[in-house]
C-alpha cells in the first residue's frame, strides 16, 4: 500500500511540474530554479547519501522523486519545494529522519491557534485574543477537507509512528500556504477553519498567518499555559496548572509526594542544565532516602530526549537502591522520543516488575535509527536531520554490526514499553487541571500499602 501512495504522489507531482510557474518571468524563474538546484545538491550531498533510515524500495522511490524535482527546478514555488523534500525525507518512516525547520521560505506561516493533539483528534489549546472563542474547539474541516484527509496529508511529511506524525505535522494543519502547496485549500493566505465546540455546538472562522507567533516547539511549552507572548490566550489558565506543566523551560524538577510514599522527578530532556543532569538525578536519591520515601516517579512525557549516556547509570541502578517494596512508576507519553525511550528502556531493562509503565505508549518504535546531525540547505535555510546509527532495543542488537557503538556495549532487550496502565491526558482532564498520569500513578502506589 505505502509504495501505491508513493508511486501516485510521484505521478501528481510529476504532472503538476508541468504546470506550474508558467506566469513567472523568466529571470525569476531562473533564479528560483539556482536556489533550488543549490538546496538539491545538499540536499543529496549532504543528506541523501549519508542518511542510513531508508529501506532499498523506499530509497528507489525516493530516487524518483528527487529526479523529479531536479529536473524542473524552478517551476514550483518554494513552499511546495519544501513540502516535496519533507516528503521524500518522510520516506524513510524512521522519526529520526525529518525536515527540522522549513528555513527562511515565504508562505508557511502559522495562523493565530495552536493546535494539540489528544487520541485521535486536534484541539485547540491556544489562541490569539481575537479567536479566544475557538479554544477547546476540536478541529473538524479546513476549506471543506475532512480532518481524515488533513491527518492523512500531514503523515506524508514526517516519518514514525502514526502519534509522532500527529505531533510532527501540527505546523501544517496551521499554516493556509502549506495546506495550499499540497492542493488542500483554495488560498495561501486564509483558509476556513471548522470545529466542534464541547457543548455541541459548531464554529467556523477565517484564519490568517499572523505576525507574532507563539513559539514553542518544545513539548512542555506547547501544553504550558501562559505561554506565548502578548495578545495570545490560552485554554489552560496559570493558576489550574498542575504541577507536571508549571515552570516551563525548566528540564529537571523534582518535589516530595508524601500521599505517595515516593520523589517525583520531572526530567523534560536527557542534557544537562544549570547542573548536570547525572548530579541532579543523585541528589533526587538522596533527597528520597532523607525524606524516608520509598517509591520514585518518574515524569518522562515531555522529554523528547537528548544524550542517553548522562543518564544510564543511574535509570540501570535506581530499582535496586529501593527498600523491600519500593517501585518505580515512570509515566509516558508520544512525545517521550529518542534519548528518553532509551532511558527508561535501561530502567524497564534493569526493574523488571518492579517498574510500572503509566500513561501512553512513547513516540517511537523499538527499532529505529538516530545519532546524526542537522543539515542546512543553503538556498532555503531549511534544517534536516540524519539518521546514521541503528538503535534495536528489542534484542539488544543481536545480528547487527550498525548499532549505535554505546547501545551495543550496554545493550538494551525489551518487550514492550507500552503502558501498563492507560492513563492518556484527555481535553476535559487538561482544561480542568487534572494530571491522569500522576493520578494513576498514585493509585498504582496505593494499592501496595
Known amino acids: 500500500m505505502r509504495s501505491q501512495r508513493c508511486a501516485a504522489a510521484t505521478a501528481v507531482l510529476l504532472s503538476m511540474l508541468t504546470t506550474v510557474g508558467a506566469g513567472q518571468g523568466s529571470s525569476g524563474q531562473a533564479s528560483l530554479a539556482a536556489g533550488q538546484r543549490q538546496d538539491l545538491v545538499a540536499f543529496e550531498r549532504d543528506f541523501f547519501a549519508v542518511d542510513r533510515a531508508y529501506s532499498p524500495e523506499a530509497r528507489a522511490q525516493a530516487r524518483r522523486r528527487l529526479d523529479a524535482l531536479t529536473a524542473n527546478a524552478g517551476k514550483i514555488s518554494d513552499a511546495r519545494f519544501i513540502l516535496e523534500l519533507s516528503q521524500i525525507i518522510a520516506l524513510a518512516d524512521n522519526g529520526h529522519t525529518m525536515m527540522l525547520y522549513h528555513g527562511t521560505v515565504e508562505g508557511l506561516g502559522r495562523v493565530g491557534i495552536r493546535l494539540v493533539p489528544f487520541g485521535h483528534d486536534f484541539f485547540v489549546i491556544h489562541a490569539v485574543a481575537e479567536h479566544a472563542d475557538l479554544l477547546g474547539g476540536r478541529l473538524v474541516v479546513i476549506d471543506g477537507a475532512p480532518i481524515a484527509q488533513l491527518r492523512d496529508s500531514a503523515h506524508t511529511l514526517a516519518g514514525g509512528i502514526a502519534t509522532w506524525r500527529d505531533r510532527r505535522g501540527l505546523p501544517f494543519l496551521e499554516s493556509p500556504g502549506a495546506l495550499h502547496a499540497l492542493g488542500i485549500t483554495k488560498s495561501a493566505a486564509s483558509a476556513t477553519y471548522r470545529f466542534q465546540m464541547g457543548d455541541g455546538s459548531s464554529r467556523e472562522a477565517r484564519l490568517v498567518p499572523v505576525a507574532n507567533p507563539l513559539g514553542g516547539a518544545e513539548p512542555d511549552a506547547v501544553l504550558a499555559p501562559g505561554a506565548g507572548p502578548s495578545g495570545w490566550r490560552t485554554l489552560l489558565p496559570v493558576d489550574k496548572a498542575p504541577w507536571s506543566l508549571q515552570e516551563s523551560g525548566e528540564t529537571m524538577r523534582r518535589r516530595d509526594a508524601p500521599e505517595m510514599d515516593a520523589t517525583v522527578i520531572q526530567l523534560r530532556a536527557n542534557l544537562d542544565g544549570r547542573i548536570p543532569i547525572a548530579t541532579f538525578l543523585e541528589e533526587s536519591d538522596a533527597a528520597r532516602r532523607a525524606a524516608g520515601r520509598k517509591n520514585v516517579v518518574l515524569d518522562m512525557r515531555m522529554n523528547d530526549g537528548g544524550d542517553l549516556q548522562l543518564t544510564r547509570a543511574w535509570m540501570s541502578s535506581i530499582t535496586g537502591r529501593l527498600p523491600p517494596g519500593g517501585r518505580v512508576v515512570i509515566l509516558t507519553s508520544p512525545w517521550t522520543f529518542s534519548a528518553a525511550i532509551s532511558s527508561i528502556a535501561y530502567l524497564k531493562q534493569a526493574g523488571g516488575a518492579r517498574v510500572v509503565l503509566v500513561g501512553e505508549t512513547p513516540g517511537d518504535r523499538l527499532r529505529f535509527w538516530?545519532?546524526?546531525?542537522?543539515?542546512?540547505?543553503?538556498?532555503?535555510?531549511?534544517?534536516?536531520?540524519?539518521?546514521?546509527?541503528?538503535?534495536?532495543?528489542?534484542?539488544?542488537?543481536?545480528?547487527?554490526?550498525?548499532?549505535?557503538?554505546?547501545?551495543?556495549?550496554?545493550?538494551i532487550a525489551v518487550k514492550n514499553l507500552d503502558p501498563d496502565v492507560a492513563a492518556p491526558w484527555t481535553l476535559d482532564s487538561y482544561a480542568a487541571g487534572r494530571d491522569p498520569g500522576m493520578e494513576a500513578a498514585a493509585r498504582v502506589l496505593a494499592k501496595q500499602q
Open 370 to 411: 538516530a545519532e546524526g546531525r542537522p543539515i542546512s540547505l543553503p538556498h532555503s535555510g531549511a534544517l534536516i536531520l540524519m539518521a546514521t546509527q541503528r538503535h534495536d532495543y528489542l534484542t539488544g542488537c543481536k545480528g547487527y554490526t550498525d548499532c549505535h557503538p554505546y547501545v551495543a556495549k550496554y545493550s
